[in-house]
């Protein structure tokens, strides 16, 4: 079955301070991946899309790397600051011309002074 | 060039009441997906429609339907509402169908009570 398991489901941190947010895929055959920078009561904003092909993007301070063969992302969030408090949602795009984007549940981030 | 609008931005209703939604896609995007959003569940699709054609369709009951017009405006409706119809709905729209780059309104707050 495909799916999108993130994790951790919830984090708080410090501002000025980096941030792992980790995304693990069992989609298969796979178009790309995508994270998403949700604002509470916002709809979902694009941060970077990568291909198979790619294993690594970034968007300012927004670091995302993708490893085809374990079937993991991270995207990685450097001097964190109190507008990164968000969810950030991974999404996969399967490859079988579907074209039935494949949702992760998301990490809560929250940044604190 | 404005973004994606849905109206309306909030919305109370009843138990077995009907809703529509709407949603104005980007000026000279063609493909509109809809998607429901809830604390527990996260984002799940709804359905998809290009060149007011449904292209794709969720897991969800019959209740839920859509339609768009040959402006690519996109409403959509549920009829006889649930206490589990609560959620933020969210549409999405592209140029092309899903599996390109997406991006999302602000989404219609529906409660149910």
């Known amino acids: 079955k495909n799916q999108v398991e993130q994790s951790p489901q919830s984090l708080i941190i410090l501002e000025g301070k980096n941030c792992t947010l980790q995304?693990?895929?069992?989609?298969?055959?796979?178009?790309?991946l995508r994270w998403y920078k949700q604002d509470t009561g916002r709809g979902p904003v694009s941060l970077t899309i990568m291909t198979f092909s790619e294993n690594t993007k970034s968007n300012g301070r927004y670091t995302a790397t993708l490893d085809a063969d374990t079937k993991q992302s991270s995207l990685h969030i450097t001097a964190s600051q109190l507008s990164d408090s968000a969810s950030y949602i991974c999404v996969v795009t399967p490859g079988d011309n579907t074209d039935k984007l494949i949702f992760g549940t998301g990490t809560r981030l929250q940044v604190f002074p | 060039k404005a973004g994606v609008t849905q109206t309306p931005r909030y919305l109370i209703k009843t138990r077995g009441q009907q809703v529509t939604l709407s949603c104005s896609p980007i000026?000279?995007?063609?493909?509109v997906s809809w998607y429901q959003q809830t604390p527990g569940q996260g984002l799940q699709f709804l359905f998809e429609?290009?060149?007011?054609?449904?292209?794709n369709k969720g897991n969800f009951p019959g209740r839920f339907s859509g339609r768009q017009f040959s402006n690519s405006r996109s409403e959509m409706n549920v009829s006889t509402l649930e206490l589990g119809d609560s959620a933020l709905y969210l549409c999405?729209?592209?140029?092309?169908?899903?599996?390109?780059?997406?991006?999302f309104g602000p989404g219609t707050r529906l409660t149910v009570t």
């Open positions: 429609y290009f060149s007011e054609t449904q292209r």
């Open positions: 000026s000279g995007h063609r493909s």
């Open positions: 999405a729209s592209s140029l092309v169908p899903s599996a390109h780059e997406q991006y």
């Open positions: 995304c693990n895929y069992t989609v298969s055959p796979f178009s790309n």
